[in-house]
């Protein structure tokens, strides 16, 4: 029973899009499981703006009761001489539909559409429509919706979390859109502060030169640094022309966290180590990560840094 519901208000959902934009869409499939449902549509562009306003139209074909009919035809093309606007999935009713009718669900004046699966005789048995995440994947979007029951639940979970989002950041449902923006702006502003200060702080790094003379080593442990920066610095120092440099650098990003970000680097002249091989072999005692033999990325547990950067300039200098 579910998926006739679920069904019928995707077909509802489509014909609304289409309605909005005035053209015939193409569904690549739909997919029901049990907590949730999803469609499946080609198109190079959707605005939230529209999704919200055909989720609008649903619910109200819903409270008028929009009836169904059906309608049996020979062939595909019989039914879009019938219908030019069919929406069909012809691939799929060619693989399907072999001496078989062809069937078209209409929704009475709204959505008219070739399709084999069991659907409701009027909307009003889906109750509620409720589109819960959009998302584009290449040269299509994944709409996930509920329907029924499931539709009402989760717009009472949706609105709960909606509450307890404005109590954290100290918002009403008028402001908190505002909110989150100038949070989210205040956020962009403090973390190119950070990659600014971070950059800087690198810079200023005095590197230590091993007993030979030939290998400079940038090394340290540091807090609350930028993780990003930290990598553009390596890559940067380990591709300085006529030098040889080893980079091991830990950061800690908060007192809270068990473990620290971790950068291990060479410059490519000093092919005799492999940072890959050397730091993997930390694995058993809190490393974890990996990346080519010249640069390797991971984190390794707070209490065990000065251990393996330690055991680490010790390998470098072998």
Do not use: W
Request: net charge neutral.
């Amino acid at each position: 029973m579910h998926n006739k519901l679920a069904h019928t208000a995707e077909h509802a959902f489509i014909g609304s899009i289409q309605n909005i934009l005035g053209t015939t869409l193409s569904v690549r499939k739909v997919e029901h499981r049990e907590k949730d449902n999803s469609v499946f549509i080609k198109i190079s562009r959707l605005d939230l703006e529209v999704v919200i306003k055909a989720q609008y139209e649903v619910n109200s074909l819903i409270s008028s009761g929009r009836k169904i009919k059906t309608h049996s035809f020979e062939t595909l093309s019989e039914a879009k001489q019938h219908i030019p606007n069919l929406r069909a999935n012809e691939e799929r009713i060619k693989q399907s539909s072999s001496n078989q009718q062809v069937r078209v669900v209409e929704i009475e004046g709204h959505d008219i559409a070739a399709c084999a699966m069991d659907h409701v005789n009027d909307l009003s048995e889906c109750e509620f429509f409720l589109v819960t995440r959009t998302s584009r994947i290449g040269d299509e979007y994944e709409i996930n919706f509920v329907v029924g029951k499931q539709a009402k639940e989760t717009a009472m979970l949706l609105s709960l979390k909606l509450l307890s989002i404005c109590q954290e950041i100290g918002a009403n449902l008028n402001t908190v859109e505002n909110t989150i923006k100038k949070l989210n702006d205040e956020r962009k502003s403090n973390t190119k502060k950070l990659k600014h200060l971070t950059a800087e702080f690198l810079d200023n790094i005095v590197p230590f030169v091993t007993d030979d003379g030939r290998v400079k080593v940038i090394q340290g442990i540091f807090f609350n640094l930028d993780d990003e920066e930290i990598r553009i610095y390596a890559g940067k120092k380990i591709t300085e022309p006529n030098e040889k440099t080893v980079v091991i650098i830990a950061n800690i990003n908060s007192d809270l966290n068990e473990t620290a970000s971790f950068v291990f680097a060479r410059s490519e002249s000093l092919d005799n180590i492999d940072c890959n091989r050397l730091f993997r072999q930390y694995c058993s005692i809190g490393a974890r990560g990996g990346g080519k033999s010249n640069f390797v990325t991971g984190v390794i547990k707070r209490e065990r840094v000065t251990e393996i950067i330690a055991n680490l300039n010790a390998d470098v200098k072998k």
